[in-house]
């Protein structure tokens, strides 16, 4: 187990340092730098400029640097926001994502599993059909679409929850929530109707019902272990996908966390901040992969690892 | 489980941590800003949104008044010595700080210092050097010396800012708001560093409101500042600027009563919404200008009548009313519109009618040697912003329409776009200018071939007549000289004129006094709510 874990880090770690060395060599080969932006300049504050950011030294030297940097969990500063730097920006902008991430997954497995196990249980009727049409607009229908319809009918038809920001209260966070957990529900609840149809027809099953056990027992006692499992494996990379994935959700609904950094700082050259959130979403999607792993291992003793 | 149980109560408490927020709708101003500031310290800051937030919590010498107008700020008077080089501001008696220090003229020296010093790392230090040239501000800037003694912003007493420049520049007013030069209150950032700017209870500013409540990516809060000195005045007590990036979330916010003050307009809603609630639509002129540069290094854009011949094949009107669609203003020139005693010239062909120009523009053409059976070809670089995108298409069917050119429109970002500028590799450049106040001088000085060697103009003439103009100390006469440098510019046809960019933004009708300004100017202080 020990072992297990030591390795999969060890990895993790590998794969890890091959994606910040590639993103900080290719983002520089990107025309453009942070501070070609104002031609009335002179060029004697610009170079004041670049030398305090370090970038007029080699890049290999601006990378050694940012290493000792991130030795010392220093992300260095932001070329953007100029009054922050990149570590207060994920500390000030992670609580949101996770906050959002974290319920829209919570939402996802819930609504996903019951939907998918009554659709399994009442094949072809209609929870199943609703639970299909739920999966197909999920899937089919982008959030960039469903996001603006969301907030057009909830928020300005009916008035129940502000369209965007969140100075209004937590209530501004339930839209974000629900478009962000709505794919995750279909794909969840296909996965669970599918694998749950499946062990329904195990022998052991039969024999449990033959033994007398009653409907919902065999269902939440043995049915239910074995058809979770894909949804657990699921579960995993889709909790890193649902944190690091939620750029659009972010800036649709204006949310201050720090997806929409991701997209702006690539846009705007703000090269350490770029670095700092590669490094922490690729650190997020390791970690959220090995622990998938154990908790497979855990609930399944055929992929138990030691 | 129990882990996991745990995990979920954790969250929940940080969202429960999001207690609404306590109500204060009807006393409070809700402006969207876009995206984040990029810095709340007022050195630094160079947002123009941004600038939003720094002009209700600070103020300069001078301030603006509904409309961009020049009023007296912290300075109740100013002189002017009869060489125009010179100019004395008094300030009003009893100034304070929101935190109750008194407010002294050294405070305004110092921001000077602070901003020019190269360690401050702000890229405003050209408002003192180069749009006016005030005494020992580019040697500081440059870091030749560090002594503050040159510099020729002055505290003779606590009540006297003096300003000695190296020429006459009656603009300089225009730069003395809370934007260029906020007053600095040093023992605040002596204590606290740039955090002073940043934590709301530890920032310490002058002006109508202060801060309550700082957000990274959400919100700014402002209170009214009751030391203000004209706080008997300032009608709304709280002003709340909101991050929003996304333009449609935006109206969506407008819409719901969110917002009551917005940033943008989405381009494709325009129509209706004139049509719908005119009332709340404000679409005016701001100081950005577009046109687009002819490379004059790459024959044959070096040929007048190559240039002057895709000029005027441009259909101004067409390109805004039926491609663009943005609300920006067609332009026939580079300087004027924006100050009303600026008399300037027009470009060549100005005055025919568009079927004119383009028979002109045909027999320019055919004269240079080219036409639909010697295509001309042709790259326009222009960045990939929907609006700008569609502007350089439409330029470039034009073209192709009227004298068979063959234009490739290469789109890129905006950072790469600008320093393509400098690496030449365009034909023509979708070039655009924002003017630091709205007069025609902003943008002829920018033009000038030693400031702006990156359009390979060779024009003595052009830098010899804004030499005279920059000897006048009035308007009316510096205007005149502005307007015969405007003649060579617009003659030599090095760009060609495209449009004036509009502000777009929408105001609910609770909000009295809104009034547009072309420099962006919305002080919260002079608005009112219902």
């Given at each position: 187990?020990?072992?297990?874990?030591?390795?999969?880090?060890?990895?993790?770690?590998?794969?890890?340092?091959?994606?910040?060395?590639?993103?900080?060599?290719?983002?520089?080969?990107?025309?453009?730098?942070?501070?070609?932006?104002?031609?009335?300049?002179?060029?004697?504050?610009?170079?004041?400029?670049?030398?305090?950011?370090?970038?007029?030294?080699?890049?290999?030297?601006?990378?050694?640097?940012?290493?000792?940097?991130?030795?010392?969990?220093?992300?260095?500063?932001?070329?953007?926001?100029?009054?922050?730097?990149?570590?207060?920006?994920?500390?000030?902008?992670?609580?949101?994502?996770?906050?959002?991430?974290?319920?829209?997954?919570?939402?996802?497995?819930?609504?996903?599993i019951a939907l998918g196990i009554a659709g399994a249980l009442r094949r072809n009727g209609a929870s199943d059909y609703l639970a299909g049409t739920i999966g197909v607009i999920g899937i089919a229908i982008p959030i960039f679409v469903i996001g603006p319809l969301a907030q057009a009918f909830f928020a300005l038809r009916l008035g129940w929850v502000p369209v965007g920001g969140i100075a209004g209260g937590w209530n501004a966070l339930i839209l974000p929530i629900l478009v962000l957990a709505l794919p995750n529900i279909a794909y969840i609840s296909r996965l669970t109707r599918s694998s749950m149809i499946e062990v329904l027809r195990e022998n052991y099953v039969r024999t449990a019902r033959a033994k007398g056990l009653g409907a919902r027992r065999t269902v939440l006692r043995h049915v239910l272990k074995g058809a979770l499992l894909p949804v657990i494996a699921y579960?995993?990379?889709?909790?890193?996908?649902?944190?690091?994935?939620?750029?659009?959700?972010?800036?649709?609904?204006?949310?201050?966390?720090?997806?929409?950094?991701?997209?702006?700082?690539?846009?705007?050259?703000?090269?350490?901040?770029?670095?700092?959130?590669?490094?922490?979403?690729?650190?997020?999607?390791?970690?959220?992969?090995?622990?998938?792993?154990?908790?497979?291992?855990?609930?399944?003793?055929?992929?138990?690892?030691? | 489980?129990?882990?996991?149980?745990?995990?979920?109560?954790?969250?929940?408490?940080?969202?429960?941590?999001?207690?609404?927020?306590?109500?204060?709708?009807?006393?409070?101003?809700?402006?969207?800003?876009?995206?984040?500031?990029?810095?709340?310290?007022?050195?630094?800051?160079?947002?123009?949104?941004?600038?939003?937030?720094?002009?209700?919590?600070?103020?300069?010498?001078?301030?603006?008044?509904?409309?961009?107008?020049?009023?007296?700020?912290?300075?109740?008077?100013?002189?002017?010595?009869?060489?125009?080089?010179?100019?004395?501001?008094?300030?009003?008696?009893?100034?304070?700080?929101?935190?109750?220090?008194?407010?002294?003229?050294?405070?305004?020296?110092?921001?000077?210092?602070?901003?020019?010093?190269?360690?401050?790392?702000?890229?405003?230090?050209?408002?003192?050097?180069?749009?006016?040239?005030?005494?020992?501000?580019?040697?500081?800037?440059?870091?030749?010396?560090?002594?503050?003694?040159?510099?020729?912003?002055?505290?003779?007493?606590?009540?006297?800012?003096?300003?000695?420049?190296?020429?006459?520049?009656?603009?300089?007013?225009?730069?003395?708001?809370?934007?260029?030069?906020?007053?600095?209150?040093?023992?605040?950032?002596?204590?606290?560093?740039?955090?002073?700017?940043?934590?709301?209870?530890?920032?310490?500013?002058?002006?109508?409101?202060?801060?309550?409540?700082?957000?990274?990516?959400?919100?700014?809060?402002?209170?009214?500042?009751?030391?203000?000195?004209?706080?008997?005045?300032?009608?709304?007590?709280?002003?709340?600027?909101?991050?929003?990036?996304?333009?449609?979330?935006?109206?969506?916010?407008?819409?719901?009563?969110?917002?009551?003050?917005?940033?943008?307009?989405?381009?494709?809603?325009?129509?209706?919404?004139?049509?719908?609630?005119?009332?709340?639509?404000?679409?005016?002129?701001?100081?950005?200008?577009?046109?687009?540069?002819?490379?004059?290094?790459?024959?044959?854009?070096?040929?007048?009548?190559?240039?002057?011949a895709l000029s005027l094949a441009i259909d101004r009107e067409t390109l805004q009313e039926k491609i663009v669609k943005g609300g920006a203003i067609p332009s026939y020139s580079y300087a004027g519109g924006f100050d009303p005693s600026y008399q300037g010239p027009k470009m060549a062909g100005a005055d025919l009618t568009q079927a004119e120009r383009e028979a002109k523009a045909k027999e320019l053409f055919a004269k240079a040697g080219y036409g639909p059976d010697n295509p001309l070809k042709l790259t326009i670089v222009t960045t990939v912003a929907e609006d700008r995108t569609r502007l350089a298409q439409g330029v470039a069917l034009m073209w192709k329409k009227v004298l068979g050119v063959e234009a490739q429109v290469n789109p890129m970002e905006r950072k790469a776009w600008l320093d393509e500028f400098y690496a030449g590799g365009w034909d023509v450049f979708g070039?655009?200018?924002?003017?630091?106040?709205?007069?025609?001088?902003?943008?002829?000085?920018?033009?000038?071939?030693?400031?702006?060697?990156?359009?390979?103009?060779?024009?003595?003439?052009?830098?010899?007549?804004?030499?005279?103009?920059?000897?006048?100390?009035?308007?009316?006469?510096?205007?005149?000289?502005?307007?015969?440098?405007?003649?060579?510019?617009?003659?030599?046809?090095?760009?060609?004129?495209?449009?004036?960019?509009?502000?777009?933004?929408?105001?609910?009708?609770?909000?009295?006094?809104?009034?547009?300004?072309?420099?962006?100017?919305?002080?919260?202080?002079?608005?009112?709510?219902?």
């Amino acid at each position: 187990m020990l072992r297990f874990v030591a390795k999969r880090l060890w990895g993790g770690g590998l794969t890890l340092a091959a994606l910040v060395t590639l993103t900080f060599f290719v983002m520089r080969l990107a025309p453009g730098g942070p501070f070609s932006k104002n031609r009335k300049i002179s060029p004697e504050v610009l170079a004041n400029i670049q030398e305090a950011f370090h970038l007029d030294e080699p890049v290999w030297q601006q990378f050694g640097r940012w290493l000792w940097g991130l030795a010392h969990l220093d992300l260095g500063p932001s070329t953007r926001f100029r009054d922050y730097s990149v570590n207060d920006i994920i500390a000030s902008g992670l609580p949101w994502s996770l906050t959002i991430g974290f319920w829209a997954i919570v939402v996802a497995s819930l609504v996903g599993i019951a939907l998918g196990i009554a659709g399994a249980l009442r094949r072809n009727g209609a929870s199943d059909y609703l639970a299909g049409t739920i999966g197909v607009i999920g899937i089919a229908i982008p959030i960039f679409v469903i996001g603006p319809l969301a907030q057009a009918f909830f928020a300005l038809r009916l008035g129940w929850v502000p369209v965007g920001g969140i100075a209004g209260g937590w209530n501004a966070l339930i839209l974000p929530i629900l478009v962000l957990a709505l794919p995750n529900i279909a794909y969840i609840s296909r996965l669970t109707r599918s694998s749950m149809i499946e062990v329904l027809r195990e022998n052991y099953v039969r024999t449990a019902r033959a033994k007398g056990l009653g409907a919902r027992r065999t269902v939440l006692r043995h049915v239910l272990k074995g058809a979770l499992l894909p949804v657990i494996a699921y579960l995993g990379p889709a909790t890193a996908a649902i944190i690091t994935g939620s750029i659009l959700i972010e800036t649709i609904f204006a949310v201050p966390g720090i997806g929409r950094h991701f997209v702006d700082a690539a846009l705007n050259r703000d090269y350490p901040l770029v670095m700092g959130i590669t490094i922490l979403y690729g650190g997020l999607v390791i970690v959220a992969n090995i622990a998938t792993d154990l908790v497979r291992g855990w609930i399944d003793p055929r992929v138990r690892h030691d | 489980m129990k882990r996991l149980i745990l995990t979920a109560l954790a969250a929940l408490a940080l969202t429960a941590a999001l207690a609404p927020a306590p109500a204060r709708a009807d006393d409070t101003l809700d402006r969207g800003i876009g995206s984040e500031w990029s810095s709340l310290d007022p050195q630094v800051n160079f947002d123009a949104a941004a600038g939003w937030i720094m002009m209700d919590a600070y103020e300069g010498l001078v301030t603006f008044g509904p409309g961009g107008a020049v009023v007296p700020g912290a300075a109740e008077s100013w002189d002017m010595s009869a060489d125009g080089k010179t100019y004395t501001f008094h300030l009003r008696d009893g100034l304070k700080w929101s935190n109750g220090d008194p407010l002294v003229a050294q405070d305004f020296v110092n921001s000077v210092l602070r901003t020019l010093n190269p360690d401050t790392l702000s890229e405003k230090g050209y408002y003192f050097y180069s749009v006016v040239q005030i005494k020992g501000a580019a040697d500081l800037a440059n870091g030749v010396t560090k002594d503050p003694a040159t510099l020729g912003v002055t505290a003779p007493d606590d009540r006297t800012v003096v300003i000695e420049m190296l020429t006459p520049a009656p603009h300089i007013l225009d730069i003395l708001g809370a934007f260029q030069i906020p007053p600095l209150h040093t023992p605040s950032l002596e204590a606290n560093g740039t955090a002073g700017f940043t934590e709301p209870a530890k920032v310490v500013s002058n002006g109508a409101y202060m801060f309550k409540e700082i957000v990274p990516q959400s919100h700014v809060l402002l209170e009214k500042n009751p030391n203000y000195w004209d706080a008997a005045n300032v009608k709304i007590p709280f002003v709340k600027y909101h991050v929003t990036e996304d333009v449609g979330t935006e109206f969506k916010r407008f819409q719901a009563g969110e917002l009551e003050v917005t940033y943008d307009i989405p381009v494709n809603m325009i129509e209706q919404l004139k049509a719908e609630i005119p009332d709340q639509v404000f679409i005016s002129p701001s100081t950005e200008v577009t046109y687009y540069s002819f490379n004059l290094t790459h024959p044959p854009l070096d040929n007048l009548d190559v240039r002057m011949a895709l000029s005027l094949a441009i259909d101004r009107e067409t390109l805004q009313e039926k491609i663009v669609k943005g609300g920006a203003i067609p332009s026939y020139s580079y300087a004027g519109g924006f100050d009303p005693s600026y008399q300037g010239p027009k470009m060549a062909g100005a005055d025919l009618t568009q079927a004119e120009r383009e028979a002109k523009a045909k027999e320019l053409f055919a004269k240079a040697g080219y036409g639909p059976d010697n295509p001309l070809k042709l790259t326009i670089v222009t960045t990939v912003a929907e609006d700008r995108t569609r502007l350089a298409q439409g330029v470039a069917l034009m073209w192709k329409k009227v004298l068979g050119v063959e234009a490739q429109v290469n789109p890129m970002e905006r950072k790469a776009w600008l320093d393509e500028f400098y690496a030449g590799g365009w034909d023509v450049f979708g070039d655009n200018l924002v003017g630091d106040f709205a007069g025609a001088e902003t943008f002829l000085a920018y033009m000038r071939p030693s400031a702006e060697p990156g359009y390979n103009w060779v024009k003595p003439e052009y830098d010899a007549q804004m030499d005279v103009a920059a000897t006048k100390p009035d308007k009316e006469s510096r205007n005149a000289e502005l307007a015969k440098a405007e003649k060579i510019l617009l003659d030599d046809m090095i760009f060609a004129p495209i449009a004036v960019e509009p502000s777009r933004i929408l105001v609910s009708p609770h909000v009295k006094g809104w009034v547009p300004s072309p420099a962006g100017y919305y002080n919260s202080q002079y608005l009112g709510l219902e």
